[in-house]
C-alpha cells in the first residue's frame, strides 16, 4: 500500500510541471481570448449600407446579403460609432477648470491688494518721507498664462479684471488702445498720486457694481477730461445709436463690416478711429446714459470734432472722407448757416478729387476712344469686393444728398454739378450687407424713366431718393432763373420749363415701389404702425418737400403781371403736399420715430409751415390752425437736431405776433403781421428770414 501510495505520489511530482505549463498555457489562451474579445470588432449595423439606403430589410448574411450577391452590388457593412465623449475626458475638463478657477482666484487677490494699496492714501506729507512708492496700474505686470489648450482663459482673465475695476484695462488690448492714445495718461495713474478725502458725504461709487474703490466728484469730472473717447462699454452703445437713428435713413456704413472692424480682435488703424470719433459726435444726441454729464458730453463732442477735422485736412482717403461726412451731418443738424456750408465745400470738392463721382468705367475716367484730353489722375485703387465698392459708391451719394439739402435752403450753386456725375445709383441695403454686386441703374438726366423688371428689385429708398434729390436740384436751378414777367417769350418758356419738370416728377412718382405705397395706405389709417423703414418716411417727406419747391413759384409768385398771375392747380398741390406732410408727421409721431428721422425731415416741415403763411398772408388771412402741430413737431424734434428747434422758435415767433395782431385789430380788415408777410416770401431763407425778423423786433 506504501509502495504504491508513493509510486502515486512520484508520478504526480513527475508530471506537475507539465500540469503547470498546460495550466499557464491555458490560462494565457484564456486572457488572449479575453483581450481579443474586448478588441474585437464592434457589433455592425442591423442592414447594410445598400439596403439602408433603399428603406428595405436585410437578411444580414455575410460577406454579403442577398439582395447585393444577386445583384452582384457591392455589400458594406459599416462599424457602430460608439456615442459620447471618450474616456478620461470629464476628469481631464474638471482638471482644466480647477487650474482656471485657482489663476483666477490668484488674480483677484493680487488685485485686491493693489486697489486696497492705492486708495489708502495717507498725508501728502507722509507720502514725501521714506515710504515706499506706490506701483502705478500700467505698471503692474498681472501674471496671466493661458492654458494653450483653451483660448478663452484670457477673455475669462478680462472679464475678471472689468468685474472689479471697469477703468483697468488689460494693456496693448483694443479697449485701452481706444481709451488713451500714444502720450497720454491713464487716469488711474494720477489718482494714485492724488490726495482725496473718503467721506461718506462726498465719496461716490464707481460705474462698476462690484467695485468698491470710491472717487470724489471732481476725480470723476478728472476722468471725463483726459479720455478723448467714452468709456468702452458706452462708447460701442453710441455705435449702435448711431447705426439706429442715422444711418437708418442715411444708409452710408454696413453695421455688422463696421462694427467688425471698430471692436474685432485685429488692431484699430488711425483712420478707423477718426471715423469712430466722428459717429461719436453725431450719436451723443440720442445718448441717455447717466455718466455723460453736460461737460462730458461737451468735452467728447469737441474733442472728437477736432480730431476729425484736422484728419479730414491732412489725409484724402475714403475713411477720411466717410468721418468728414458724418460730421457734417452734426454740423448740419445744428445749424444751416456757414459752418455747415464750410464743410460741406471740402468734402463735395474732395469728392471730386478721389474720383468717387465717376464709376471705373465711366468714359468721364476713361475715354472710351483716342483722345488728347488729359485723364484724371486715379487716387484711390481698386475695390477689392462689392461691399467696398458699394460703400465708395453710397459715400459719393451721400455726399451729393448733403449739398442738395444745403443748397436748396439757400440761393447758392450746388458745390457738385450733375454734368460731373457718372455714377450708378446704390443698391437695396441688403444686397449692401450681404456683400452681393448688383447693376443698379445709372444717374443719367437722358436716359429714359422707365424701370425694367431686372433692375427693378435692386433698388432701394436710398436709390429713390438721390433721383428724387436730382429732380428738386434742377428745379432749384430753374427757379435761380430769371424771368422777365412782362415778356409774353420768356413767360412761355418758363411755363415749358415748369411742365417739363412736372411731368419728370409724376414719372418718377409712378415709377415707385410698393414700399412707397405703403407710407401712403398708413397716412390713411391715423394709427401708429411698426416696424416701419423710416428710409421711405424721408422720401416721404423729400417727395413732399419736390411738390412744393416746383408749385409755389406759380402758386404763389412775388410778383404778378396779367400774363403771369398766380395758378390755381399748382396751389392746390402745395396744399395737398401740406397735408401730406402734416399726416406723415402725425404718423411718426404715434410710431415713437421722431429720433429715428433726420434734419431733411425738419427741413420739409418747416417749408410746409412756410406755405402755410404763404397762404395766409395771400388768399384767407387766416393762419392755417394745423401749424400748430408742425411747430410742436418741430419743437421735439429740437431736442435731437438743434436746427429744428430754430424753426420751430421762428414759427412760434411769427404765430404769437400775428395772434397779437389779431387782439389789436379793430373791427373791419384784417392786417398781416409784418412777421408772416416775411416769412410768407418763398424766396427768402432761414439766414435773412432770422435776420428780418430780429430787426423787427428790436
Not at 471740402?346 to 475715354?367: C, D, K, M, W
Not at 412761355?492 to 415701389?513: I, M
Amino acid at each position: 500500500m506504501d509502495e504504491k501510495s508513493s509510486y502515486y505520489d512520484s508520478a504526480l511530482l513527475s508530471h506537475a510541471p507539465e500540469q503547470d505549463a498546460v495550466g499557464s498555457q491555458s490560462e494565457s489562451d484564456g486572457s488572449e481570448n479575453g483581450s481579443g474579445s474586448k478588441k474585437r470588432k464592434r457589433p455592425t449595423g442591423v442592414a447594410c449600407e445598400s439596403c439602408k439606403q433603399r428603406k428595405v430589410k436585410c437578411d444580414k448574411a455575410q460577406p454579403a446579403c442577398g439582395w447585393c450577391a444577386r445583384n452582384h452590388h457591392v455589400c458594406e457593412y459599416k462599424e457602430r460609432k460608439k456615442p459620447g465623449l471618450r474616456a478620461g475626458y470629464g476628469r481631464e475638463l474638471e482638471g482644466r477648470l480647477d487650474r482656471l478657477e485657482a489663476q483666477l482666484q490668484e488674480q483677484g487677490r493680487q488685485l485686491a491688494a493693489h486697489l486696497q494699496q492705492s486708495c489708502n492714501l495717507g498725508d501728502p506729507s507722509s507720502l514725501s518721507q521714506s515710504a515706499p512708492p506706490i506701483p502705478q496700474p500700467q505698471n503692474v505686470q498681472f501674471e496671466r498664462t493661458v492654458l494653450p489648450y483653451d483660448g478663452e482663459a484670457a477673455n475669462a482673465l478680462n472679464m475678471k479684471q472689468q468685474m472689479i475695476d471697469p477703468q483697468l484695462r488689460p494693456t496693448g488690448s483694443r479697449q485701452h488702445s481706444l481709451q488713451y492714445s500714444s502720450g497720454q495718461t491713464n487716469p488711474l495713474d494720477q489718482m494714485s498720486v492724488h490726495h482725496y478725502d473718503q467721506s461718506p458725504s462726498q465719496a461716490h461709487s464707481l460705474t462698476s457694481p462690484h467695485s468698491t474703490v470710491t472717487i470724489p466728484p471732481a476725480q470723476q469730472h478728472h476722468f471725463s477730461e483726459a479720455a478723448p473717447l467714452p468709456p468702452y462699454d458706452l462708447l460701442y452703445t453710441l455705435v449702435d445709436l448711431y447705426f439706429k437713428h442715422v444711418n437708418v435713413w442715411l444708409p452710408l456704413l454696413d453695421k455688422k463690416s463696421t462694427l467688425d472692424t471698430l471692436f474685432g480682435p485685429s488692431p484699430l488703424a488711425e483712420a478707423d478711429k477718426i471715423v469712430l470719433h466722428s459717429i461719436v459726435t453725431v450719436a451723443l444726441r440720442f445718448s441717455q446714459d447717466a455718466r455723460l454729464t453736460p461737460e462730458s458730453r461737451q468735452h467728447y463732442h469737441d474733442t472728437s470734432k477736432q480730431k476729425v477735422q484736422l484728419f479730414g485736412l491732412e489725409n484724402s482717403s475714403v475713411r477720411a472722407l466717410q468721418a468728414l461726412v458724418i460730421l457734417a451731418l452734426d454740423v448740419t443738424g445744428n445749424t444751416n448757416g456757414p459752418p455747415g456750408w464750410n464743410l460741406l465745400a471740402l468734402i463735395s470738392r474732395s469728392v471730386i478729387q478721389l474720383g468717387l463721382s465717376v464709376e471705373t468705367t465711366s468714359s468721364l475716367a476713361a475715354p472710351l476712344y483716342p483722345s488728347i484730353a488729359t485723364l484724371r489722375a486715379s487716387v484711390l485703387p481698386d475695390s477689392r469686393s462689392p461691399i467696398e465698392d458699394e460703400e465708395r459708391r453710397r459715400l459719393f451719394w451721400t455726399v451729393y444728398l448733403l449739398d442738395r439739402y444745403a443748397t436748396v435752403a439757400t440761393a447758392f450753386d450746388f458745390a457738385l454739378d450733375d454734368k460731373e456725375v457718372d455714377r450708378r445709383l446704390p443698391c437695396r441695403d441688403d444686397l449692401f450687407s450681404a456683400n452681393k454686386s448688383a447693376d443698379t441703374k445709372w444717374f443719367r438726366n437722358s436716359q429714359p424713366r422707365g424701370y425694367s423688371g431686372a433692375i427693378m428689385d435692386v433698388h432701394g429708398h436710398f436709390a429713390y431718393h438721390c433721383e428724387l434729390l436730382g429732380i428738386l436740384g434742377r428745379i432749384h436751378l430753374f427757379l435761380k432763373r430769371p424771368i422777365d414777367i412782362g415778356s409774353l417769350a420768356d413767360v412761355e418758356q418758363w411755363q415749358g420749363s415748369y411742365r417739363a419738370l412736372d411731368s419728370e416728377l409724376n414719372a418718377w412718382h409712378f415709377s415707385l415701389p410698393d414700399e412707397f405705397a405703403h407710407i401712403t395706405r398708413l397716412l390713411k389709417t391715423n394709427t401708429p404702425a411698426k416696424p416701419i423703414n423710416c428710409g421711405w418716411i424721408m422720401l416721404h417727406a423729400a417727395y413732399a418737400l419736390t411738390v412744393i419747391r416746383l408749385n409755389s413759384s406759380a402758386a404763389y409768385p412775388a410778383q404778378s403781371s396779367p400774363i403771369f398771375s398766380s395758378s390755381y392747380s399748382a396751389m392746390q398741390r402745395c396744399l395737398s403736399a401740406v397735408e401730406n406732410m402734416r399726416q406723415l408727421g402725425q404718423l411718426v409721431k404715434m410710431s415713437g420715430l421722431l429720433d429715428k428721422v433726420g434734419p431733411p425731415f425738419a427741413f420739409s416741415a418747416w417749408v410746409c409751415a412756410r406755405v402755410c403763411l404763404v397762404h395766409c398772408s395771400t388768399m384767407d388771412h387766416e393762419v392755417d390752425p394745423e401749424i400748430g402741430f408742425l411747430v410742436t413737431l418741430l419743437a421735439e424734434m429740437g431736442q435731437y437736431w438743434d436746427v429744428a428747434r430754430r424753426y420751430s422758435e421762428i414759427l412760434g415767433r411769427v404765430s404769437e405776433e400775428y395772434r397779437m395782431s389779431q387782439q389789436a385789430s379793430a373791427v373791419g380788415e384784417r392786417v398781416t403781421a409784418s412777421t408772416v408777410r416775411i416769412l410768407a416770401d418763398m424766396r427768402r431763407y432761414v439766414s435773412t428770414i432770422r435776420l428780418k425778423i430780429v430787426m423787427i423786433r428790436y
